[in-house]
């Protein structure tokens, strides 16, 4: 393998650490040529000085000011650039040959998107891109002669049991369906009524995987399984019968395929992000993640149940929006980013956020997507509606 020119956007977030970790196993392999994040300048500056990049993003102003003070200290050579211009052009310069696409929700469409454009390999942890703006991305994805290789673990799994991203349907690769696994949340046991109270402490408490705040309580809601069934459509060409969540509560098996002839193929390993990092940064080698052996005889035992739709309507609304097309699924994405900041910053309870989600969906309609700045509008006017909705709830 030769060396690859890298830029990470999120790097300072879980995947973005998870990535360096990886990385730095290969130095042979990969050199950074940006990091990227919102508004952490401590640890960006850390990074820089570890990863020594050649470019640096912010996207928040204060923060940039004091990055820019502590670089000028750190003597590195390292260029800084603000905004989302700034995410654009790193996510799209010529000498870069990597992107790893781990910023978390709409806010990493546009540098995700100029990937694409770019005709980048992209290693796509960014599922909200996939959710919002599926057709236009794939478009890009195939026009920009880009490579996209899937990191969420269900989707990787896939991949690895499944080693082309499908152009056909699924019945003409001979695979009847995909089975996705779920570890149903830290709420898989709690009662549907005493779900309203739950408290953010216990929303955060995912029981096998650490990861980010938002993902972590889209976990909780079964939204994020949501968000993959929709990201599984576009990725794999899957239509939404031809996906079926399955609650597998070790998190062993991250995720399966069922070929025609009653064969199911899956991919197990220890819940740990950088066994897909590695995958898709070695993709088509196999390289050092740092991941130990999973132990089959601790773990014992591997358990299937059904998804309680009653208990976690989000499951159900993103089949929903799917199925509806159009606009609906950016309309999900969108009112469900905001329902879960208000979750987190104590505005609303947890029972409201799929309420906010429905009534989202219901105002907005159905509209066909014409194009990116108009997709753009449809997620500034559904962020509107979950925001005056979440002003009328009392918590
Ligand atoms: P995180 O919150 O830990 O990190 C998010 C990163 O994005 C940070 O570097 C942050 O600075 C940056 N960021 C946040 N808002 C931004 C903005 N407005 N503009 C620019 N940058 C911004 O999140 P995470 O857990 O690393 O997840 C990142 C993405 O990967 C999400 O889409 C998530 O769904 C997906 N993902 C994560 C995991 C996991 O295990 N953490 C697994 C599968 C998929
Ligand atoms: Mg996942």
Redesign the pocket.
Known sequence: MSQHSITIL???????LNTLDVISRHEDKFSVHAL?????AQKLLELCIKFKPAYAVL?DEKASKDFQIGLKDSGLSTKFIFGIEG?IQVASAPEVDVVMA????A??LRPSLAAANAGKKILL????TLVMSGGLFMNAVHQGGATLLP???EHNAIFQVMPSLNNGSLSSYGIRRILLTASGGPFRNTPKDDLHAVTLSQALKHPN?V?????TIDSATLMNKGLEVIEAHWLFNAMPEEIKVVVHPQSVIHSMVEYIDGSILAQLGNPD?RTPIAYALGFPERIESGVGSLDLFEIARLDFEKPDITKFPCLRLAYDALKMGGIAPAVLNAANEIAVEAFINGEIGFMDIPRVIEFTLEVTGHEEVTGLEMLLGTDANARQIARSLIEKIEC
Do not use: F, P, Y
Request: hydrophobic residues 45%; charged residues 15%.
């Open positions: 999120g790097a300072t977030g879980t995947i973005g990227t994040a919102n508004s952490n996207l995410l781990a910023i978390v929700g806010a990493g942890a960014n599922k909200e990191i969420d673990s995987w990861m980010g705040k938002k993902i992000m």
